[in-house]
């Protein structure tokens, strides 16, 4: 995963959740299948600018522990703690290369993380580390792009954002490219994984019951802007969830 890219954007990132894609659909759609939080440790991996760190505090985990590879964006999460005290912790960590915690968490979260792997190996390791630092029974919500997404659908743009095919080949699937529409615009490259490789991996690193769980618009965001402006999004998912249990 390329750190620098992260870095680069700081705080601009929490202007991510102002786009209607992820307002309407990725936040009110995860936080639904994460579910009640309350008295539960959560681990938060690829937690960025710690935004779901701090909204499963609010929620009232008994403890929350926020861990990116990014220095920039922990330094983020970590000066927003200081402007409203919640009690969350960060921590600046590579998912592939992560420690042992001291403790093992009763959930973990991953949005936008194994799609960062370098290869198919880098993935595992990410999912084994994950594994170990989960209590037995625990269950991993992750988020990330669907991998059944058809490019030469219509454009994303008036959800905020557009994805492509930058050409490039990994080992994990093709390399794609997608920049969300702020002002100014912000590109991120990532990898975009074959289903079975992110099965794979999971299973490789001792989950099981996997379940692929669709994006929904929120009753929000059908109210702000009405059903038919959603039907591309719907009928052609950029993203997907999946749930696992250690």
């Known amino acids: 995963m390329t750190v620098q890219q992260y870095d680069e954007i700081g705080e601009v990132f929490e202007g991510f959740k102002a786009l209607p894609v992820v307002r309407y659909g990725e936040v009110p759609s995860f936080l639904a299948m994460v579910g009640d939080v309350r008295g539960r440790s959560v681990l938060d991996l690829a937690c960025g600018t710690g935004f779901y760190s701090r909204e499963f505090r609010r929620r009232g985990a008994a403890d929350v522990l926020g861990i990116d590879i990014s220095g920039e964006m922990v330094a983020v999460a970590r000066s927003l ?35 960062y792997a370098d290869g198919v190996a880098a993935m595992e390791r990410m999912c084994r580390n994950a594994h170990r630092n989960l209590a037995p029974g625990a269950e991993l919500f992750l ?14 743009a008036k959800y905020g954002f557009v994805t492509e095919l ?47 769980v669709p994006l929904e618009v929120s009753d929000a965001g059908l109210h ?21 249990r250690a």
Do not use: H
């Not at 988020?143 to 994303?156: A, E, V």
């Not at 009405?226 to 696992?244: K, Q, S, V, Y």
């Open 81 to 115: 703690e200081e402007r409203e005290p919640l009690g969350v912790r960060y921590e600046v960590g590579d998912a592939a290369e992560l420690r042992p915690l001291g403790k093992r968490f009763d959930i973990g979260v991953a949005v936008q993380l194994l799609n």
């Open 143 to 156: 988020f990330q792009q669907s991998p059944d997404y058809d490019f030469g659908g219509p454009s994303l």
């Open 166 to 212: 930058t050409g490039e080949k990994a080992e994990a699937g093709p390399r794609v490219r997608t920049t969300a529409l702020l002002d100014p615009p912000v590109t991120i490259a990532s990898t975009f994984p074959r289903r079975e490789v992110y099965e794979t991996c999971l299973r490789a690193a001792g989950f099981r019951e996997l379940t692929w």
């Open 224 to 244: 702000e802007f009405g059903a038919e402006f959603w039907a591309d999004l719907l009928a052609n998912p950029p993203l997907e969830m999946l749930r696992c």
